[in-house]
């Protein structure tokens, strides 16, 4: 699997608790007026492609998610995808073949009909183009697509691939209109037709504008008819301000840990904003460079085990918006269990110098820790400094930080130039495959060289396990082994947030485990 963009994890920007105590006013020209029809929301993160054969970071999937349609889709607060574009969908033959009938009457939202064709040439269009910063890994193990009719979608799975289903309810599975898109390379033209609840009107550097879908035929039952996304691409001081002065109904991945507690707590004027918090499976770890003379040793990596306060990094550094992390898979995926706390234990300096002592390391350990503050947020480098501050208190280690750019960052990670370095990650799907295959598959995304045949060895038996609960043992085990081996390090899983006018609901629909931001829950006024 290539390293895809959902690496990524920004603890929500700093400005917000600033703005609200200034009493910014609304940006020139902007639009102060909202109405019960139409929503108003602004994001920080960058929508990188409008192109699903592209996109794999979560601006783009928030535009997938209401623009198109995939076969199955996640129900709010669900696990297990639902038929949407599709009647119905199920495995056959051990989890190898899943055949899918379509829904009678699908249309594009230029009017053209949706059939079985149009599914079949937007899969094999993402695997075709293998765009690196696309999805196409998520879709590997496709081997054949057939169409024995023109409402008929027949997969054939070069293994047996329970996961599947979920795979295809995400971004990876959106369906494009064969006669708007070329089979071997990317749409150009700053335009996106599909079938979803909604059409992008207009794109651009600044906002993308979507109104109602009316030939939209599926599950979903919109509460708007117009959203506005405006993007502030990395400029949290402006949608802070767009928040406050009232040009935004809702502010979503972009406002700080103390931006979010300064509400939480507010009082008085505050009042007609208010915070609204949804569960979330996006983890950050420690991740070691195995191939590094300092961190390839096992010793000094169950020592920094043995030494972080995930307690303290979580209260002091994100206030609380982030809870402590201890393993791999994250709290409320099925097959999570605590194996570096079952492990390690509580912060313990005794063990961590035993730890060192049993690989003959008697001196003090030098060690820089890497960290980029433009892709997972500036607490990053405050939380790395932290972690730095605590191994240094042990006596055992004489740690600093070094923070680059996000580019040279993850240059110097492809050339193995740093020994330990920060990664985050944002789930594609909520199931322990995604928090597991994509870091100790073949081609991992971690850029560690870490490898074990055990682990590599019950990956596919997990993932072709149609019963998700019975697959715990695997992933349970695989959980174990990272733990004894410390490969990465768990740090924390964060919390979701949106802040939004006291007016909006629907909120509480969008912000769940899946990632899949639903506009058509939302409703401001």
């Given at each position: 699997m290539k390293a895809p963009n959902k690496w990524l994890t920004a603890p929500l920007a700093a400005g917000l608790a600033a703005a609200?105590?200034?009493?910014?006013?609304?940006e020139p020209g902007g639009d102060s007026q909202g109405s019960a029809d139409t929503v108003r929301i602004g994001m920080s993160d960058e929508i990188l492609s409008i192109d699903p054969a592209a996109g794999y970071d979560p601006g783009s999937w928030i535009l997938f998610n209401?623009?198109?349609?995939?076969?199955?889709?996640?129900?709010?607060?669900?696990?297990q995808p639902a038929p949407e574009a599709a009647e119905r969908c199920g495995f056959s033959a051990g989890s190898t073949v899943y055949t899918c009938t379509l829904r009678d009457g699908l249309k594009f939202s230029n009017g053209n009909p949706l059939t079985s064709k149009d599914v079949k040439f937007s899969f094999e269009r993402a695997l075709k183009i293998d765009d690196p910063a696309g999805p196409a890994p998520l879709l590997a193990t496709i081997d054949?697509?057939?169409?024995?009719?023109?409402?008929?979608?027949?997969?054939?799975?070069?293994?047996?691939?329970?996961?599947?289903?979920?795979?295809?309810?995400?971004?990876?599975?959106?369906?494009?209109?064969?006669?708007?898109?070329?089979?071997?390379?990317?749409?150009?033209?700053?335009?996106?037709?599909?079938?979803?609840p909604y059409?992008?009107?207009?794109?651009?550097?600044?906002?993308?504008?979507?109104?109602?879908?009316?030939?939209?035929?599926?599950?979903?039952?919109?509460?708007?008819?117009?959203?506005?996304?405006?993007?502030?691409r990395?400029?949290?001081?402006?949608?802070?301000?767009?928040?406050?002065?009232?040009?935004?109904?809702?502010?979503?991945?972009?406002?700080?840990?103390?931006d979010i507690v300064s509400l939480e707590n507010a009082t008085g004027s505050?009042?007609?904003?208010?915070?609204?918090?949804?569960?979330?499976?996006?983890?950050?770890?420690l991740v070691f460079n195995m191939d590094d003379p300092v961190t390839g040793k096992l010793g000094v990596r169950q020592a920094i085990a043995h030494l972080v306060d995930?307690?303290?990094?979580?209260?002091?550094?994100?206030?609380?918006?982030?809870?402590?992390?201890?393993?791999?898979?994250?709290?409320?995926?099925?097959?999570?269990?605590?194996?570096?706390y079952d492990t390690y234990g509580s912060p313990d300096r005794a063990k961590a110098e035993k730890a060192l002592r049993s690989a003959g390391i008697t001196d003090k350990v030098r060690l820089t820790l890497w960290s980029t503050p433009s892709r997972y947020g500036p607490a990053t480098d405050q939380e790395l400094k932290a972690i730095a501050r605590q191994l240094n208190a042990s006596g055992l280690f004489d740690a600093d930080v070094e923070s680059v750019e996000f580019d040279q960052y993850e240059k110097d990670i492809a050339a193995?130039?740093?020994?330990?370095?920060?990664?985050?990650?944002?789930?594609?799907?909520?199931?322990?495959?995604?928090?597991?295959?994509?870091?100790?598959?073949?081609?991992?995304?971690?850029?560690?060289?870490?490898?074990?045949?055990?682990?590599?060895?019950?990956?596919?038996?997990?993932?072709?396990?149609?019963?998700?609960?019975?697959?715990?043992?695997d992933f349970g085990r695989i959980q174990d082994i990272v733990a004894d081996e410390v490969p990465l390090l768990p740090l924390w899983q964060g919390k979701q947030y949106a802040v939004a006018r006291d007016v909006v609901t629907g909120l509480e629909w969008t912000l769940d485990a899946n990632a899949v931001f639903r506009f058509w829950e939302i409703k401001a006024g």
């Open positions: 609200l105590l200034s009493g910014c006013g609304s209401n623009v198109f349609q995939t076969l199955v889709a996640f129900p709010n607060g669900g696990t054949t697509i057939e169409t024995p009719d023109a409402r008929t979608v027949v997969f054939r799975l070069k293994v047996p691939d329970a996961t599947f289903p979920s795979k295809i309810a995400s971004g990876a599975g959106s369906i494009v209109d064969h006669r708007e898109y070329p089979a071997d390379g990317l749409r150009a033209d700053g335009k996106a037709i599909g079938s979803g059409k992008l009107d207009s794109y651009g550097e600044t906002a993308a504008v979507f109104s109602a879908n009316p030939d939209y035929h599926g599950t979903f039952k919109r509460k708007n008819e117009h959203v506005t996304l405006k993007l502030y990395g400029d949290r001081k402006a949608l802070a301000k767009a928040l406050t002065g009232g040009d935004l109904d809702v502010a979503y991945r972009g406002l700080s840990d103390d505050d009042q007609s904003l208010e915070v609204v918090q949804g569960s979330s499976a996006e983890v950050q770890h995930r307690e303290a990094l979580v209260q002091n550094v994100y206030k609380s918006t982030a809870t402590p992390l201890y393993s791999i898979v994250p709290a409320g995926i099925a097959g999570h269990n605590t194996a570096f193995g130039k740093y020994g330990v370095y920060v990664k985050g990650w944002v789930p594609d799907y909520a199931d322990a495959d995604n928090f597991t295959t994509p870091f100790f598959g073949e081609d991992n995304v971690t850029g560690s060289s870490y490898r074990n045949k055990t682990v590599t060895g019950l990956l596919p038996k997990a993932a072709a396990s149609a019963d998700r609960g019975a697959a715990s043992a």
